[in-house]
């Protein structure tokens, strides 16, 4: 009897440990901090991120701001273009009725990097991970709302990777991840924003021409490896990017209420 009822709760345990979730509504302050091999598994969530390329070794850490409010930093070590992942407890396939916001930021003093949100059928194959959307260039040290809609899929993991792409020893940080229904999500005001403002490279390549209904307040270009390069406001409709070399650049653009988009362009 005895041994009947340890196999059972054996198998309770275990199905329990896998159960899918339906939404998921995380701000990891009941995560316990530390930092390199070891942290993860915590919560059913999991990670993936290279071999040391040198020293010291990328790392995925759960660190604190002050005594309870905690959250996720990825650490690229010595490594540069090299991702990383964070990788959600396992979710019931998404219907395409769901939306996932977070929180991220560059930590102080970092140089930038990125974020992105996708979908993996396998949480320890990364070959299968398939983006929901473009890339999120992470250059403030403050938390900034992103949201991104989840497609129907049969994956069954929500993937974070993120990318030091500017230089080695890159630290980019999330908190507060909300998975949830789209009915039960406002639009962030990043995304109402972004619907606002469209521009385009003109055809002689040296300006951003933009269409908005009102002037964004400010402008500022970043470089691939991270380095501002330009900053200022509008000429009419126009921001000059004619002293700038070819090549690929993040643009930061403040609008007239306050907000911040994020986008990129590329110089020919």
């Known amino acids: 009897m005895k041994l009947r009822l340890l196999i059972g709760t054996m198998m309770l345990t275990a199905f329990t440990a896998h159960a899918q979730v339906a939404t998921i509504n995380e701000n990891f302050n009941n995560f316990t901090l530390g930092q390199g091999q070891g942290v993860f598994p915590q919560n059913q969530w999991t990670t993936i991120f290279p071999a040391a390329a040198g020293n010291p070794a990328p790392m995925m850490n759960v660190v604190a701001n002050g005594a309870s409010d905690r959250f996720i930093q990825s650490y ?13 407890p396992m979710i019931i396939a998404p219907a395409g009725d769901k939306t996932i916001t977070f929180k991220a930021r560059r930590n102080t ?10 979908l993996a059928s396998n949480p320890t194959d990364m070959s299968t991970f398939v983006a929901l959307g473009n890339a999120a260039f992470l250059s403030s040290d403050v938390f900034q709302t992103l949201s991104v809609p989840v497609t129907a899929s049969s994956s069954q993991y929500i993937v974070f990777k993120f990318v030091g792409a500017a ?6 940080e999330i908190d507060d991840v909300v998975y949830a229904a789209s009915a039960s999500l406002s639009v962030t005001d ?28 400010r402008i500022q270009v970043y470089s691939a490896a991270g380095r501002k390069v330009s900053e200022g406001k509008l000429s009419g409709k126009n921001y000059d990017i004619s002293p700038l070399q070819t090549g690929v650049y993040y643009v930061i653009i403040e609008t007239a209420e306050g907000q911040t988009v994020q986008s990129k362009f590329i110089k020919k």
């Open 190 to 217: 990043q995304n109402k924003a972004h619907n606002q403002i469209q521009f385009a490279v003109n055809a002689e390549n040296t300006a951003l021409h933009f269409v908005a209904g009102k002037d964004p307040k």
């Open 167 to 172: 230089a080695p020893h890159t630290v980019l």
């Open 109 to 118: 003093g970092s140089a930038p990097g990125s974020v992105q949100v996708g």
């Open 76 to 88: 690229s070590g010595a490594n540069q273009n090299t991702p990383q992942y964070l990788i959600s």
